[in-house]
């Protein structure tokens, strides 16, 4: 039986397969627009630069709709990703692990038939880890 594990971040996702015990990273895929900040994100709306490094944006409520959409993007992305690895009946079980708020955007991301293969989920940034950490820290997962 083959077990994805997903280990991701706004900016990365590492897919990684388990048969039996043995962990083997399938694939990787990076978003780099989740490595940048809001104000890299957004174009200036005109005027000088005085103008633009106002509060607006924080008194408004629009501080971090840029990454956030952006994070909702990659999220939809990876869960694409996971659509294609369920319905080509290669994946049979499945595991996430990301840090809390992506997670729950991976989540909802999801098909219904896909999260039904979710048998864990780890609320911790591994994303940068070594094959050697992420395998630890998912070995008590089956």
């Known amino acids: 039986m083959t077990t ?6 706004a900016a990365r996702a590492r897919i990684f397969t388990r048969d039996a015990l043995t962990l083997a ?10 490595r940048l900040h809001e104000g ?15 509060s607006t944006a924080r008194s408004s409520g629009e501080e971090g709709t840029a ?4 994070n909702e993007l990659f999220a939809k992305e990876v ?8 319905v080509d009946n290669s ?6 692990v990301a840090p809390p708020k992506f997670l729950g955007l991976l989540r909802d991301e999801l098909d219904n038939p896909t999260q039904k293969l979710v048998i864990h989920s ?14 630890q820290a998912v070995s008590d997962l089956r």
């Open 25 to 34: 990273e399938k694939e990787s895929m990076v978003h780099a627009e989740g």
């Open 91 to 96: 994946m049979e079980k499945l595991i996430l």
């Open 4 to 9: 994805y594990i997903v280990v991701a971040d």
């Open 122 to 135: 780890l609320s911790k940034d591994l994303s940068k880890a070594s094959l050697a950490d992420i395998q």
């Open 79 to 86: 869960a694409n990703r996971l659509y294609s690895a369920r």
């Open 67 to 70: 990454s956030q959409h952006e």
């Open 40 to 54: 890299d994100l957004v174009t200036d709306r005109g005027g000088d630069v005085h103008e633009s490094m106002s």
